[in-house]
Nanobody, 125 residues
Framework: QVQLVESGGGLVQAGGSLRLSCAAS????????MGWFRQAPGKEREFVAA????????SYADSVKGRFTISRDNAKNTVYLQMNSLKPEDTAVYYC??????????????????WGQGTQVTVSS
């Protein structure tokens, strides 16, 4: 079992920044890739970013590339999402997820096994 707890969400003006954190517990954190997803009201959950077990590989949605950065600190069992130049369309509940299967980074939410409860990010115009 893996438990994931997100934090760091909040209200920010367009152009501002936030850093989300996701603390993991349960199994060896460095054993599995991690991802961030988001879901806006009335929309499906969408991929934001993913990072490999040791942080050597990352993947981003086109909509956030160049603005968001995913990273991890395996010593702290934590994955981060640094969000800069935020836009109103970034408003959503952000979820972190852990994938127990080895393999290339994936954008498909169905391939992730554990999810956090989510943290709200609201960007005002």
């Amino acid at each position: 079992q893996v438990q994931l707890v997100e934090s760091g969400g909040g209200l920010v003006q367009a152009g501002g920044s936030l850093r989300l954190s996701c603390a993991a517990s349960g199994r060896t954190f460095s054993s599995y890739p991690m991802g961030w997803f988001r879901q806006a009201p009335g929309k499906e959950r969408e991929f934001v970013a993913a990072i490999s077990r040791l942080g050597g590989s990352t993947s981003y949605a086109d909509s956030v590339k160049g603005r968001f950065t995913i990273s991890r600190d395996n010593a702290k069992n934590t994955v981060y999402l640094q969000m800069n130049s935020l836009k109103p369309e970034d408003t959503a509940v952000y979820y972190c997820a852990a994938r127990m299967t080895m393999g290339p980074l994936t954008t498909h939410s169905a391939l992730y096994d554990y999810w956090g409860q989510g943290t709200q990010v609201t960007v005002s115009s």
